[in-house]
């Protein structure tokens, strides 16, 4: 989605509902550690605004497909 649209749609439309999800997932998952997240709202956004950036960017590295980039990430994983 990222390569069709501009930073600031993407930020402010496309990537809070995923943020959402992840992060109300990973609540469940680890309630102690992410209650600071969902109790301060500015924490919450400003940890938003910066994923979505950095996602936003490599999302739109050109010469590079995503299936190379996933591909890179899982190999890194592994070591």
Avoid: C, V, W
Wanted: hydrophobic content about 30%; aromatic content about 10%; overall charge negative.
């Amino acid at each position: 989605m990222a390569a069709s649209s501009d930073p600031q749609i993407f930020a402010e439309s496309i990537f809070p509902q995923a943020f959402s999800e992840a992060a109300q997932s990973s609540y469940m998952e680890s309630q102690e550690t992410y209650s600071s997240l969902f109790e301060d709202q500015s924490k919450y956004n400003a940890i938003m605004r910066t994923l979505a950036d950095i996602l936003y960017r490599e999302m739109r590295k050109p010469g590079e497909r995503r299936d190379e980039r996933n591909h890179h990430e899982e190999a890194q994983n592994h070591l």
